[in-house]
């Protein structure tokens, strides 16, 4: 591909093309260079201060990990923008700069110091002394990509965001009187007499002629309709199957083991245990406890200190200080104080590892698989370029498949969701998502660009090419009469039950109690559990109808229905509650009532900060930005 590349620009069809596509680019997107910095681009205004392209693409950026936490990581950028992710972004930037605008206005700031101070009492920053660890913080803002002005300038604006909102929400306790007439409100319990009835209950359904099944089949066409089904066929490249074919002779095995003994040897290793302080004198007192044929661990457990174990260390994985110490003591022998930038350690051996090296029978088998994967890599790039280059020069799936001996799979009907005519999941398809979404992203014919599927153990290179498309269609009636007549006598039933249901529930209004229904076909009559508004309810009736329950009077009957069943529900009884004498109930209210009323004060408080410094959002920059991903 890359030699077709450079035989193009040599021809002048070719250079003369791309001096066209350098003057469009000028014309409709380079050029903003000369005329500003696109990013820096007003979106909207909040009083003084403006929010930039830059601005909300970035806000956008930490909402889509939010949205596709909700949505799945399946939810493309585009789909973000239509569902108004782009504009939650906008809002949340623009109260942000209100917030920030007002604090400036009432005089609230926040030192470094006292920013200072906050990061010095967190345990995140600590050693285990309990002193402040400077590589630590450094190794914070590496992580986080921010310089220490940066980092500070950020949480002094938070602090004083914080400070406003606590200043603002300080005060939310609710006079006693309100907090008895909620708990009154939300605490009665409503009991209700539950009939249930089974649509299967309903039986001796007279037998539909075909006119009547066929017209059923007609007006529910979606019950009866196949997906539109794809015939493909994917050509898979495998890093573990090439390392299959990888030959290796013991000639092989035997240089590379001399070549790599060194990686097989394994060090000396130490268990160590290690008492830190910050007192040298401290320190010297310690071992010469332990010298006097002391317990190590009792000794440091009646001087209120704790012992860190460090298992199977080695040169490399501990400071050099301690690693020197520990080497030249023998098994159980304490070492003397121990300088490093942590403070002083003392040190016992626990247990000593000797040094190792296997020999080669004992790794052979390992370097074979070494030498087959390393080689199978080498390889497989060589083929994947190849691949690349094979089907920009329009070579068949099949020649292609045959010189670089890949896997073909040919799956001769599958729908969008990897599932076959006879509504079995296919077992045969690698990288089912990526490879669905190209097959069905494509027309008859074309083959997709190669997808790669990474793997522990290396990784696959697939193509797949679309061979026919079969579109989605009503299946004919002779072919699924069986499933109309079931699926019609479904509907009939429910039908007939919902009919039941309601001749019921007009006598249970004019007075018959649930229980003289007891004795029909498929009924249960039963008392609910009590429903409150303060999330005490009954799981066996639909969740739907639990809002109008909570509107009943004593005696009221309504009707429900889920796909299997009908509900019957009389309010049998309304308990009050005394705030007097309260159960655990009135605590929710309370809480309730203390966390929802400072999001309803900063709500306010906003709306109204949308006066003091007026909002104005420039349209067209917002629909460029939420159509962007459109093409």
Do not use: C
């Amino acid at each position: 591909m890359l030699q077709i590349m450079r035989d193009l620009g040599k021809s002048w069809t070719f250079k003369t093309l791309m001096g066209l596509l350098i003057v469009s680019f000028a014309v409709w997107g380079i050029g903003d260079i000369f005329r500003g910095n696109p990013q820096q681009r007003e979106v909207a205004k909040a009083g003084a201060v403006s929010v930039t392209v830059q601005d909300i693409e970035m806000e956008f950026q930490k909402s889509m990990l939010e949205a596709r936490r909700t949505f799945g990581p399946e939810l493309t950028t585009q789909q973000a923008r239509q569902m108004g992710v782009m504009d939650r972004a906008l809002n949340m930037l623009i109260e942000r700069v209100e917030f920030d605008q007002e604090i400036k206005r009432l005089g609230i700031s926040v030192s470094n110091q006292f920013i200072l101070g906050k990061l010095a009492s967190l345990p995140n920053f600590r050693d285990k002394d309990g002193n402040f660890n400077k590589q630590l913080w450094e190794m914070f803002l590496r992580q986080n990509g921010v310089n220490e002005e940066q980092f500070m300038q950020n949480e002094k604006r938070e602090e004083a965001r914080r400070q406003l909102f606590k200043a603002l929400t300080a005060n939310t306790t609710a006079p006693a009187s309100m907090i008895d007439n909620l708990y009154m409100a939300r605490g009665q319990k409503r009991i209700l007499e539950v009939l249930t009835l089974e649509n299967s209950s309903i039986a001796n359904l007279a037998a539909p002629d075909d006119a009547t099944l066929q017209k059923f089949h007609e007006k529910n066409a979606s019950k009866f309709t196949a997906p539109e089904y794809r015939n493909i066929t994917i050509a898979k490249l495998s890093t573990t199957d090439m390392a299959k074919d990888v030959s290796v002779t013991d000639d092989d095995l035997k240089t590379a083991y001399e070549s790599k003994k060194s990686e097989f040897a394994q060090p000396e290793q130490r268990d160590l245990e290690q008492i830190v302080l910050q007192d040298e004198a401290k320190a010297k007192e310690i071992v010469e406890l332990v010298k006097n044929n002391g317990d190590f661990i009792k000794i440091a457990k009646s001087k209120g200190l704790d012992v860190i174990t460090l298992n199977h260390k080695e040169e490399n994985s501990i400071v050099p200080e301690l690693y020197e110490a520990g080497l030249k003591l023998k098994d159980k022998q304490v070492s003397d104080p121990i300088k490093t930038d942590l403070g002083w350690h003392v040190l016992r051996i626990k247990k000593i590892y000797p040094a190792t090296e296997p020999t080669f029978a004992d790794v052979k088998d390992k370097l074979r698989a070494q030498l087959q994967n390393e080689q199978a890599v080498d390889g497989i790039t060589r083929a994947v370029n190849q691949l690349d280059d094979a089907l920009a020069a329009g070579k068949s799936l099949e020649d292609i498949a045959d010189s670089l001996k890949m896997r073909l799979i040919k799956i001769p009907a599958i729908d969008a969701n990897g599932i076959d005519p006879d509504n079995k999941p296919t077992t045969e398809l690698p990288a089912e998502k990526d490879v669905l979404r190209a097959a069905f992203g494509q027309a008859a014919g074309e083959t997709s660009q190669v997808i790669e599927d990474k793997k522990e153990t290396g990784s696959d290179y697939i193509v797949v090419r679309t061979e026919d498309v079969t579109a989605s269609q009503l299946r004919p009636y002779d072919l699924v009469k069986k499933q109309v007549l079931a699926a019609w006598s479904t509907d009939e039933q429910a039908k007939k039950a919902m009919e039941s249901a309601e001749k019921i529930a007009q006598e249970m209004r004019n007075g018959k109690t649930a229980t003289s229904f007891a004795v029909r076909p498929g009924v249960d009559v039963r008392l609910s559990k009590p429903i409150t508004l303060l999330g005490d309810t009954d799981n066996n009736i639909p969740k739907t109808i639990l809002k109008q329950v909570v509107r009943m009077q004593r005696g009221d009957v309504l009707t429900s229905s889920t796909p299997d069943k009908q509900y019957v529900l009389r309010l049998a009884d309304i308990i009050q509650v005394d705030p007097k004498n309260p159960d655990e109930g009135k605590r929710k209210v309370i809480d309730d009532f203390e966390d929802q009323m400072p999001m309803d004060i900063l709500e306010q408080y906003s709306k109204n900060l949308r006066k003091v410094f007026p909002v104005k959002i420039h349209k067209d920059m917002m629909d460029m930005l939420r159509n962007q991903d459109n093409g």
